[in-house]
């Protein structure tokens, strides 16, 4: 088809159209158009997450092949997912229980909230023991299931790139064939057996737990000059084998603010998710006072907080940089309730307060394979 010099734009696109083509310069103004959150800030409250957890161990039975009790934390906007890349959830294991083993596309990660050295994850064989505060990585297309030999409940958050995964039309679930749920190669803790940088001559590194002893340790003595004047004192928990970010498609961060802290003013393009580990504060989001609990999105935000906290961050599309999303957190003083097991706060979907666990971040489909492939 050639069109004649005096044929308008309009005449051209329309005739692409009917071949179902169409010129990239119809979309030139879109593409260049500034990233607009998907959605409002969330916070998900913990008294209603646990009684929800609560009235499911009365009506779920967890055996071979049955059901999971884990409630989603699902935004409005959303049909079934925490945000477009990343859906959070929070799990329960009770007293004598053991999840049967499957495997999926999805790369997931678990952080305890109440665990013990009878509570386990198995990851391809590994047996990786969950105490309160570990983060506990589970790689794509990984057998794993989960175990509670204690005499308590076991609860840890679940956050998995299923929206990504969605989008890309690769998500898929296989149940492993064997009724056996202890399928491990030692009845030896991994971090015992693989720590650090050390494997045997000629094997993969297989760090798949965090350890909260450590990593508050480390936290705790961050450098002054490497605080970061957006997210006060962070790290994050870095790929053994590549360096990079926790997983190809998101990455998990730990961060903490000080007594009367007050972080500056940002935003970014990513999508944040955060459970407050230790202490209290507040976050504003888009001008939403979120009490330093838990929320959701990619829009102006501000935070006040206090104490410790994981988020996850969902790589930017174009850039390592963060741009789009106007944030600021501002915390007291550590604080931790002494003799109790329940955890203090809410959580909380995009943006920040206090000491947080996991940001997730957004990559290319581009930038996914080339991660994949090296």
Same mark, same amino acid.
């Given at each position: 088809?050639?069109?004649?010099?005096?044929?308008?734009?309009?005449?051209?696109d329309a005739?692409?159209?009917?071949?179902?083509?169409? =010129? @990239?310069?119809?979309?030139?103004?879109?593409i260049?158009? *500034? +990233?607009? #959150?998907?959605?409002?800030?969330? &916070?998900?409250?913990?008294?209603?997450?646990?009684?929800?957890?609560?009235a499911?161990?009365?009506?779920?039975?967890?055996?071979y092949?049955?059901?999971?009790?884990?409630?989603?934390?699902?935004?409005?906007?959303?049909?079934?997912?925490?945000?477009?890349?990343?859906?959070?959830?929070?799990q329960?294991?009770?007293?004598?229980?053991?999840?049967?083993?499957?495997?999926?596309?999805?790369?997931?990660?678990?952080?305890?909230i109440?665990?013990?050295?009878?509570?386990?994850?198995?990851?391809?064989?590994?047996?990786?023991?969950?105490?309160?505060?570990?983060?506990?990585?589970?790689?794509?297309?990984?057998?794993?299931?989960?175990?509670?030999?204690?005499?308590?409940?076991?609860?840890?958050i679940?956050?998995l790139?299923? =929206? @990504?995964?969605?989008?890309?039309?690769?998500?898929f679930? *296989? +149940?492993? #064939?064997?009724?056996?749920?202890? &399928?491990?190669?030692?009845?030896?803790?991994?971090?015992?057996?693989?720590?650090?940088?050390?494997?045997?001559?000629?094997?993969?590194?297989?760090?798949?737990?965090?350890?909260?002893?450590?990593?508050?340790?480390?936290?705790?003595a961050?450098?002054?000059?490497?605080?970061?004047?957006?997210?006060?004192?962070?790290?994050?928990?870095?790929?053994?084998?590549?360096?990079?970010?926790?997983?190809?498609?998101f990455?998990?961060?730990?961060?903490?603010?000080?007594g009367?802290?007050?972080?500056?003013?940002?935003?970014?393009?990513?999508?944040?998710?955060?459970?407050?580990?230790?202490?209290?504060?507040?976050?504003?989001?888009?001008?939403?006072?979120?009490?330093?609990?838990?929320v959701?999105?990619?829009?102006?935000?501000? =935070?006040?907080?206090?104490?410790?906290?994981?988020?996850?961050?969902?790589?930017? #599309?174009?850039?390592?940089?963060?741009?789009?999303?106007?944030?600021?957190?501002?915390?007291a003083?550590?604080?931790?309730?002494?003799?109790?097991?329940?955890?203090?706060?809410?959580?909380?979907?995009?943006?920040?307060?206090?000491?947080?666990?996991?940001?997730?971040?957004?990559?290319?489909?581009?930038?996914?394979?080339?991660?994949?492939?090296?």
């Amino acid at each position: 088809m050639v069109a004649d010099n005096g044929s308008d734009l309009k005449s051209l696109d329309a005739e692409l159209a009917k071949d179902s083509m169409r =010129g @990239l310069w119809a979309r030139e103004e879109a593409i260049r158009r *500034e +990233p607009t #959150p998907f959605g409002k800030p969330m &916070l998900w409250k913990w008294a209603k997450i646990r009684a929800g957890l609560e009235a499911a161990g009365q009506l779920i039975t967890t055996n071979y092949k049955g059901a999971r009790r884990a409630i989603s934390l699902v935004h409005p906007n959303m049909a079934d997912s925490t945000s477009h890349t990343l859906n959070m959830a929070v799990q329960l294991v009770k007293a004598g229980e053991a999840v049967y083993s499957h495997r999926h596309t999805n790369a997931a990660m678990r952080f305890v909230i109440q665990g013990g050295e009878g509570v386990y994850t198995i990851t391809n064989g590994e047996k990786c023991v969950m105490e309160r505060g570990d983060l506990v990585i589970q790689p794509s297309w990984g057998w794993h299931n989960h175990i509670n030999e204690t005499d308590q409940d076991a609860i840890w958050i679940d956050c998995l790139d299923s =929206g @990504l995964m969605r989008m890309l039309r690769t998500m898929f679930q *296989e +149940p492993h #064939p064997a009724e056996d749920v202890r &399928l491990y190669n030692s009845p030896v803790d991994t971090a015992v057996r693989n720590p650090g940088l050390l494997a045997p001559p000629g094997q993969a590194l297989k760090s798949l737990v965090y350890k909260w002893r450590e990593t508050r340790k480390a936290l705790a003595a961050t450098l002054s000059e490497s605080e970061n004047a957006f997210d006060g004192k962070c790290l994050e928990y870095r790929n053994p084998v590549t360096g990079g970010s926790t997983f190809p498609t998101f990455s998990c961060w730990i961060q903490m603010l000080d007594g009367d802290k007050q972080t500056k003013e940002h935003r970014h393009t990513s999508n944040q998710l955060y459970y407050v580990v230790e202490g209290s504060g507040v976050s504003e989001v888009a001008e939403r006072n979120l009490n330093g609990k838990r929320v959701t999105s990619s829009s102006y935000r501000t =935070g006040v907080g206090t104490g410790i906290g994981i988020h996850r961050r969902t790589f930017p #599309p174009c850039s390592s940089q963060r741009p789009i999303d106007h944030s600021r957190k501002r915390s007291a003083c550590i604080e931790k309730r002494r003799g109790t097991t329940e955890p203090d706060f809410d959580l909380f979907q995009p943006l920040s307060a206090a000491v947080m666990l996991s940001k997730a971040k957004h990559l290319t489909q581009r930038e996914i394979l080339r991660r994949s492939l090296s």
